[in-house]
């Protein structure tokens, strides 16, 4: 079946513009998740969705960044006023179950580079 | 706080070697603890859990809370085995998933 997709897989942008990032999570899957990879510095938790609503946004580096979900399906993770800093790869992931010990499915990311 | 040690970036072996990923993890309560693993140009996917105690791959990795590890282990490497791999804790009641810095494992022919 399809798994979690994103787009686009990558985007240039310059310093101050505002960029949007889409993830598909896979069908009837109620959990999704926005982690961040950036070099040296692993994988980043940013934000978890249940359903349509973030219980937990703790990883969200500064009010720049936000993220929504409609329809407990897509979520779009916006990020304003880009900075080099923001540079990254953006990776979704969804799971179809909460609670410990279950399995994330990670979509293939987003590059963003900040020039 | 919840953390994850992966203290080794790079680790390079030789085929049919035995290999050893560290992990250790830094957590007051029961933890869950993964080995994610990343192979070139694919998206990142779970190779094992804890609570399965499965071997997938021929890797198995048990979780010692004494020394509060989770050690990923090969007795004989393969060239395929070449991968990133991140260490992951999640605790309880927690949804989401703490990561390792990752490793990168290189097996040399």
């Known amino acids: 079946g399809a798994g979690v997709s994103q787009s686009p897989s990558n985007k240039v942008t310059e310093k101050g513009k505002d960029v949007e990032l889409r993830c598909d999570p896979i069908?009837?899957?109620?959990?999704l998740y926005w982690y961040r990879q950036s070099l040296g510095q692993g994988l980043e938790f940013l934000i978890y969705?249940?359903?349509?609503?973030?219980?937990?946004k703790s990883g969200l580096p500064s009010d720049r960044f936000s993220a929504e979900r409609t329809g407990g399906s897509v979520s779009t993770l916006t990020i304003q006023r880009t900075q080099q800093e923001d540079s990254a790869v953006y990776l979704c992931?969804?799971?179809?179950?909460?609670?410990?010990?279950?399995?994330?499915?990670f979509g293939p990311g987003t590059r963003l580079t900040v020039t | 706080a919840q953390r994850v040690t992966q203290p080794e970036k790079l680790l390079s072996v030789f085929k049919g070697a035995p290999v050893e990923l560290k992990c250790n993890y830094s957590y007051s309560g029961s933890p869950e603890l993964f080995w994610y693993v990343q192979y070139s140009r694919q998206r990142l996917q779970l190779l094992l859990r804890h609570i399965s105690r499965e071997s997938i791959k021929g890797f198995t990795a048990d979780l010692n809370k004494g020394e509060t590890s989770f050690h990923l282990k090969k007795p004989f490497a393969q060239e395929e085995d070449s991968a990133m791999y991140y260490c992951?804790?999640?605790?309880?009641?927690?949804?989401?998933?703490?990561f390792g810095q990752g490793t990168r494992l290189t097996i040399n022919p």
């Open positions: 069908s009837g899957h109620t959990a």
């Open positions: 992951a804790l999640n605790g309880q009641g927690a949804q989401k998933l703490v």
């Open positions: 992931a969804s799971s179809n179950s909460v609670g410990s010990a279950y399995e994330q499915y």
């Open positions: 969705f249940q359903g349509n609503s973030a219980p937990d």
